[in-house]
């Protein structure tokens, strides 16, 4: 197999069969797809020769990971979202991109909304000036064109070329197998958010560079496999200070770190009261 395909289903079965039926309308017969079953809804009927593991319990979006890519066999490990569509020459392009770049070892494309509107799947690597600008911040959706903010997400350039950057949306990834090899088990602690920082932090150390390619669309219906926006929420900010503590100051718990936590729970408790604001506004 070229590529394998693999999807981690939790309450989303209309949104991964339509996956699968992007990824079968690509023509492509070497390709295989898995789906890890994170649910116990009753399974429906899937195409034939797409491969199902059950594994009884939510285990996360890591942990289904390491236990679905050693029973892939493709020379490329495709990380896909249940809640995407990819278009019918996704894997020719990823195909010609890895064949024309031997050095690359993860490689993430342009990504857009259900609106057709762009995604900031590209980033630079995690900073306090991240921290102030992230993706749906205030001042990002203010001033989208701000030298600040295009350094931060690369994908708001005009590119026309596969970029280097330091990490791509988990929503859809290629990684190669070499690559993996040397990067596995990716690390569980992150059960959902951040798991693609890591996954393309650990890559660039392993000497495997991360590229951004704006000529590979994908569609991503945001959040549409996500079913409790509090939750959501709170694992967002528990992982972003995990990849903090993982990856900035070791040690103790400094001065710099007691900053960062009390930021990222100002910001989680903001978030959260927007959101219970909305689903109040919802029922009036």
């Known amino acids: 197999m070229k590529f394998s395909v693999v ?10 069969l339509a996956c699968v039926a992007s990824l079968r309308a690509t023509g492509r017969e070497d390709v295989e797809i898995l ?3 994170n649910d116990a809804e ?11 593991a059950r594994s009884g319990e939510n285990l996360g979006l890591t942990r289904a990971w390491n236990r679905a890519i050693p029973q892939t066999t493709g020379e490329f490990v495709v990380l896909l979202n249940p809640d995407t569509l990819v278009e019918e020459d996704f894997f020719g392009q990823m195909e010609a ?8 070892g993860v490689a993430g494309p342009r990504i857009l909304d259900a609106d057709g509107e762009l995604q900031l799947s590209a980033r630079r690597e995690i900073s306090l000036l991240s921290g102030l600008l992230g993706r749906t911040s205030l001042l990002t959706r203010l001033f989208p064109k701000s030298p600040l903010v295009k350094n931060q997400f690369p994908a708001l350039e005009e590119l026309a070329d596969p970029t280097k950057v330091d990490w791509v949306s988990g929503a859809c990834m290629a990684v190669r197998r070499e690559t993996l090899r040397d990067i596995s088990p990716l690390d569980e602690r992150f059960f959902l958010y951040f798991e693609d920082a890591d996954l393309c ?11 951004y390619l704006p000529d590979v669309e994908v569609l991503h219906q945001t959040g549409g496999s996500s079913r409790s926006k509090p939750k959501a929420i709170w694992l967002l900010h528990k992982s972003a200070f995990l990849y ?15 900053v960062i936590l009390a930021g990222l729970a100002a910001r989680a408790l ?11 506004l919802e029922k009036t």
Not at 97 to 104: C, K, R
């Open 35 to 37: 789906i890890v079953d």
């Open 7 to 16: 999807i981690v289903n939790y309450h989303s079965w209309p949104l991964t």
């Open 97 to 104: 991109f890895f064949e024309g770049e031997p050095s690359a």
């Open 42 to 52: 009753t399974v429906p009927d899937l195409p034939p020769g797409v491969n199902l």
């Open 244 to 258: 903090h503590r993982k990856h900035g100051p070791h040690g103790p718990m400094s001065l710099y770190s007691a």
């Open 270 to 280: 903001a978030k959260l009261l927007t959101s219970a604001a909305g689903r109040v």
């Open 201 to 211: 932090r650990r890559a660039r150390e392993a000497g495997w560079p991360v590229f």
